[in-house]
């Protein structure tokens, strides 16, 4: 029977069959390899509870690597809400980070821009505004007092919500689909979900056609998984310059006639993103040395 993942516990998944009915299902074998809103072909194995056979094809996944491990967020996303907050102060490089992973991954990504009712908070917009100028789209909210305001951006598409912790994105879900949360009650006990709650990503609907995917609060990012082209290209703002440098296997770090560099310098480039990328590269290809296992770490 055809499944879709609702919510990925580690080593347990909640699904949903096509007609509504919930199962806790388990992975066949030792694999860990299923991600919440994955479809999924499974096999009954007593009432409520299933097996998980096959993923079936996915539109796009949302993932990080680091050298030590990797994790699987979320798969057939149409967009990615990354929550930032003036206070606690949120990371430029975590946001950036975040971008290019779903620019990579073909997911299309906004920032919402949370607790403007805090007097930092138009300073916190002055520092997105280089974000917006590439064509981020940057919605202040205040998830504490009306999320009505985000309800339109999640209309008829399935969204994943993703940030540091502390960034409100706890209070931003559970004002959206405050109705549906007593419903955890009905798998903690198949599930042992006690202990997981800063650990697992969770689908709810908002409505026949509209879901929102709540992730765990991260601090990093890991994109040990993009080669350097990759990371470059998933940046719209290298874009026009990626082909053009004096060398075809340019890196943007420091070679001569470097088109990305040259603009960076002509101002067509924020410095700070230039800086973000070679910075990241830099410490990647660190990384990359140190650990020649890291390909096979957390799988």
Not at 26 to 42: H, L, M, N, S, Y
Not at 80 to 107: D, H, T, W, Y
Not at 249 to 259: F, M, V
Request: with cysteine; aromatic share 8%.
């Amino acid at each position: 029977m055809r499944a879709l993942v609702t919510g990925d516990f580690g080593r347990e998944y909640l699904a949903e069959l096509e007609d509504g009915k919930p199962l806790v299902c388990t992975r066949k074998g030792k694999k860990q390899d299923v991600a919440c809103g994955d479809f999924v072909e499974v096999s009954m194995s007593s009432p409520g509870h299933a097996r998980i056979d096959e993923i079936h094809p996915r539109r796009n996944v949302l993932f990080r690597k680091d050298a030590w491990r990797e994790k699987t967020l979320a798969a057939n996303i149409d967009q990615a809400v990354i929550i930032v907050a003036p206070r606690p102060s949120f990371s430029e490089m975590f946001l950036n980070l975040c971008l290019v992973a779903c620019e990579a991954a073909g997911i299309k990504p906004f920032i919402m821009l949370n607790k403007k009712d805090l007097p930092e908070f138009e300073e916190a917009r002055k520092s997105l505004a280089n974000f917006e100028k590439i064509g981020y789209p940057v919605m202040p909210m205040s998830a504490k007092f009306d999320v009505e305001p985000l309800r339109p951006y999640l209309d008829g598409k399935t969204t994943l919500l993703v940030g540091q912790s502390g960034m409100g994105k706890s209070r931003t879900v559970n004002n959206l689909v405050m109705r549906d949360v007593a419903k955890e009650a009905e798998f903690s006990e198949a599930l042992d979900s006690g202990k997981h709650t800063t650990t697992y990503t969770r689908m709810y609907r908002l409505d026949d056609t509209t879901a929102i995917m709540d992730s765990p609060g991260l601090q990093s990012f890991g994109l040990m998984h993009l080669p350097d082209d990759d990371i470059a290209y998933a940046m719209p703002d290298f874009r026009p310059f990626i082909g053009t440098c004096k060398f075809n296997d340019c890196a943007h770090i420091d070679e001569p006639g470097c088109n990305v560099i040259k603009a960076g310098e002509q101002g067509k480039i924020d410095a700070t993103r230039l800086t973000f990328y070679q910075v990241l590269v830099e410490q990647q290809r660190e990384l990359r040395v140190a650990h020649p296992d890291w390909k096979t770490y957390g799988r």
